[in-house]
């Protein structure tokens, strides 16, 4: 295979089977040339609704099919295409992105970058991708240019009067610039995978604005990022996991794939779905921790002392809190932690989560964490404890830190198991749902 962009807009695969898939692809990745090996290829299409799927030869990966498809929640509107299309051809420019082969009618192939680095979906096979070689990984995509997303910032934060006054003054370090979270690019946040449907996103952005918990959480403060590393504005991947990571074979080399949720923003924002996903308490030590900090503050040429280090590591914590996936995201079944005492489209039957008697209310819960995490930045010994065992975790085992209200939220959203995420069992006592590798650490 060559990097020659073959374009092929007559072909469309959006309704084809696997083997039909398959065998387009090899047409037009060899031609007619005879003699090769037909591709295998294997479905990894994700929760959005797109479909992708991968063609090996011989177990080794050559190439991507990323099929387009309209009722998907990433490509339901056009601002997303534009972010993404964007996004592509900046890191493609930058030697991120893989070059693209075949653009079709719906669909386009890329060059594969070479084979998966994980382990499992929250751990990284450490033999090819140990945590070193991880964050210089992250270093570099936070090295690529940034100018080609201001214009298109602009344009999404124009759309809309409400939301605009809502966000315009705030910082561009402010956690409410991270798009899944606070989705003012399309008004779209998103959700669960049980709840997919485009148009239930959109009802609980909404119900978000008219009841004011939107500007309250997107102006808060106590969330903001303090460390100079936490705010710099980068390109951030905003999916950043074992299973988008690649290791090429012969070069040796690491590089990210998935560019869905590609934007620009604070780099604190690349930290959120790591410490949900595999960089956290649930799955690592301090130890492991300290030292993935470090190595990234040193590949990024910033100061990386111990106190830049921890400075680095509180607002990771403190960002679990509103980072897509966490604590207060949409992304809960049993209900949407901003919208509690709302009657929503999500709320659950049996499920204190919707109406006049709940209590506490999302807008109360936003001034409830906003206290926990002012009395942990002024706490070194809070401040430690979160740094060795997770904020939420802390939050938890304290009581709330103090406070009746947010102790019993928090022991609802163990019981209705919405805090798996953070490593908590269901029931006191329980089996936290911890990794063997943090459990020997």
Known sequence: MDNKIIEKPDILLGKASLDQVRQIVHELIYGQELGKEMLTIKDASGNSGAKTFICFKRDIPK???????????????????KRVDAATEILRQNAIAP???VNGGDFHIEKSAGIPAMKDFFHFNEKVAPPNRVAHLLSKLHSVPIDWYEPLKKEFLHQDKTVFSILKAMPPHAPCWCLPWSAFDTFTPVMGAGNPDPQVAQNVFNLQVKTGVYKKVMQCESFFPQSIAAKRQVVV????????????????ELSVIDYDLVQVGPAIMDFGLPYMMWLGSRFTNFKLR?????????????PSDDEAVKEMMLDCEIYTLVAFPGLLSNIYDAEIPLLRGVEHPTAKVGYLSGGPDVSPTGLDIVDLLADAVEKVKSDENLSNLCLENGLVVTLFQKDGLGSRELNSWLKEM????????????EEDGGELFISEHAQKN
């Open 237 to 252: 991947h905003n999916d950043f996991k074992p299973d988008n990571v690649l290791y090429n074979p012969k070069t040796l």
């Open 414 to 425: 163990q019981k209705n198991k919405m805090l798996r995420l953070f490593g908590i069992a």
């Open 99 to 101: 070059p693209i082969l």
């Open 290 to 302: 300290k030292n993935f900090i470090k190595a990234y503050l040193e590949y990024s040429l910033l």
């Open 63 to 81: 190439c991507i099919i990323k099929v387009r498809a309209s009722d998907s929640i990433m490509s339901s509107h056009p601002n997303t295409k």
